[in-house]
């Protein structure tokens, strides 16, 4: 086996299968400009190496990813340098376009066929990198959250990949509107994961179908992976990725936004956009039920 352990991430290479190893469980496995950057190098090291036929992404620690590692001004340029860089030059959104947009479409444009092993949270931008490859093969005990829109008031992801893992606006304005939470088996049932499985038959699992898979000359995987990614495209999703920075880059500094973060900052919410998104939530559902309109059960949001 051929095994580099990076500054964030183990890269391991073994017959056709190349496995890339989220490694800050102390962090969550949460996403900073060097986690970006490594999984970016490994993404090209796979692609040019003709003897890798499948890539694996999985992690180490509690769970998969818990999204973008939240940061102050003060640190900023520490651990996001492409954020302080664009802040100088005075761009509105290339620093994240850099580290959050441009990174997930490399994920998505890999030519070769890809598959993540997802066990506990997948949170945020967590969640893309958890999504994004062709076959998601999740542990019972993962889950799956977007809470930026009640956690931050951003309007979703830097790449806001839902409306096409859902491929329903129903239930991807319903998951991101809510900052809903969804546990695996719910995930497999409106399709966004293929198969749940129990998390100590995850890794297995994963390992023997990708092994199936590159039973196939490489060739022809990346022939379907070409077809079905560009269908895919034909119907706008790759626009639609490059699109969302630029929105949610507007949206982030509206007016009621700054107003909205500053009463969830009075109000104590916090400290994360997770917490924020429960905290508002149960006060929504308290206010109803204090206000006399409930007329019975109603579904209780889910942390």
């Known amino acids: 086996m051929d095994r580099q352990e990076l500054d964030t991430v183990i890269y391991e290479k073994e017959g056709p299968v190349a496995r890339i190893i989220l490694n800050r469980p ?40 818990a999204g973008h590692e939240a940061t102050g001004r003060a640190d900023l340029g520490e651990r996001f340098p492409e954020f302080a860089a664009a802040s100088e ?21 890999f030519q070769k066929p890809s598959m993540s092993a997802v066990h506990g949270y997948a949170i945020g931008g967590g969640s893309y990198f ?11 005990d993962a889950y799956f959250q977007m809470p930026l829109v009640q956690g931050l008031g951003f309007p979703g992801g830097e790449t806001t990949i839902e409306p096409w893992v859902m491929m329903n ?35 297995d699992t994963v390992e023997l179908m990708a092994r199936q898979i590159a039973q196939a000359p490489l060739s022809t995987l990346m022939g379907v992976k070409a077809l079905v990614k560009r269908a895919w495209e034909g119907m706008g999703m790759r626009t639609h990725l490059q699109q ?20 969830n ?7 994360g956009p997770r917490q924020v998104a429960a905290q508002r939530m149960a006060a929504a559902e308290a206010d109803f039920r204090n206000s006399g309109q409930d007329g019975g059960p109603a579904a209780s949001w889910s942390p």
């Open 265 to 271: 900052a009075e109000r104590g919410y916090g400290p």
């Open 169 to 203: 606006f129903h239930r991807a304005y319903e998951y991101l509107y809510l900052a809903r939470t969804v546990d695996a088996g719910e995930a497999q049932r409106i399709g966004m994961v293929n198969r749940v499985v129990p998390r100590d038959e995850l890794d």
């Open 26 to 65: 102390e962090k969550a496995n949460a996403q900073n400009s060097a986690m970006v950057s490594d999984v970016d190098r490994c993404l090209t090291d796979a692609e040019r190496d003709y003897g890798v036929k499948v890539l694996i992404l999985k992690a180490n620690g509690r769970g998969f990813c």
């Open 244 to 263: 969302a920075v630029e929105v949610m880059e507007l949206v982030g500094r509206g007016g009621d936004v700054a107003a909205w973060r500053e009463e």
């Open 89 to 109: 030059a005075g761009h509105p959104w290339k620093g994240q376009a850099d580290l959050f947009t441009w990174p997930v479409l490399h994920l998505w444009e």
């Open 130 to 140: 958890a999504l994004i490859p062709d076959v998601v093969v999740a542990a019972e």
